[in-house]
DNA sequence: ACATCTCATCGTATATCGACGATGAACGCT
DNA sequence: AGCGTTCATCGTCGATATACGATGAGATGT
């Protein structure tokens, strides 16, 4: 109901493409990290939130969580570290948004399962 | 290299289809839970072992693994509390083999993302 | 300068994970 | 019966995850 749909100026270069691991040793492990960052149903919710609002979301989220304010901060962390998310300073806001390619090599490496 | 292609009397009925969850609270618990239990690289090795074998192998797992036995057992234990995995016993050994079901959930869950 | 608003980080407490060795249970074989 | 094989479980350890309140950093507005 609420996330304005703020269209911010961020989110620009949205890295084009994933790589895809050759070694299926490699691929184990970048699974595993994907998998582990979303190993929480939070940070499901917070990436489909972003996915939804496709430009960016500001901190809007904590109203949509039943969490506290730092909760959802380790959240977006750990999702960020996971390279799933990216986060850019806005004024006194944060504009968090996905990052596409992440998402992908996330989708194809589930499906090649 | 291993592996010898045990074709044994398991994995009969191999549940048929997924349910797929309607509430959007509840998919995201869901796909936490799934990606909970591909979190760690030993299961994501171990469910690629599965499938690939179709048919079921046993605990050859551990000599696939650089991990002691009880080790690949806790994970095992994961991997079936997911749902991911099923394990019959056989006579002296178990038989594992993937749950398709599951695994198609997860695999929808993830492209739905 | 000051207050305010937004978000990150710190510190802490509890729970779970991941690993191992040791032990136990179930089964087949001689 | 007794033995060996196979796998699960137990107990333990250190590391990590999850949650919260409190505090700090940064920018805006008066």
Redesign the interface.
């Known amino acids: 109901m609420s996330l304005p749909a703020t269209n911010l100026p961020c989110c620009p270069p949205a890295e084009p493409m994933p790589p895809v691991p050759a070694e299926?040793?490699e691929a184990?492990?970048q699974?595993?990290r994907l998998?582990?960052a979303?190993?929480?149903?939070a940070?499901?919710?917070i990436?489909?939130l972003l996915?939804q609002h496709e430009g960016c979301i500001v901190g809007a989220l904590v109203d949509e969580l039943p969490l506290a304010q730092s909760t959802v901060s380790q959240h977006l962390k750990q999702l960020k570290a996971a390279g799933l998310i990216r986060g850019e300073v806005d004024g006194p806001r944060v504009c968090y948004c996905v990052e596409p390619g992440a998402?992908a090599l996330?989708?194809a490496l589930?499906?090649a399962?």
């Open positions: 299926p040793q184990n492990a699974l595993a998998a582990k979303m190993a929480h149903p940070r499901v919710a990436l489909r996915v998402v996330f989708k589930v499906a399962l």
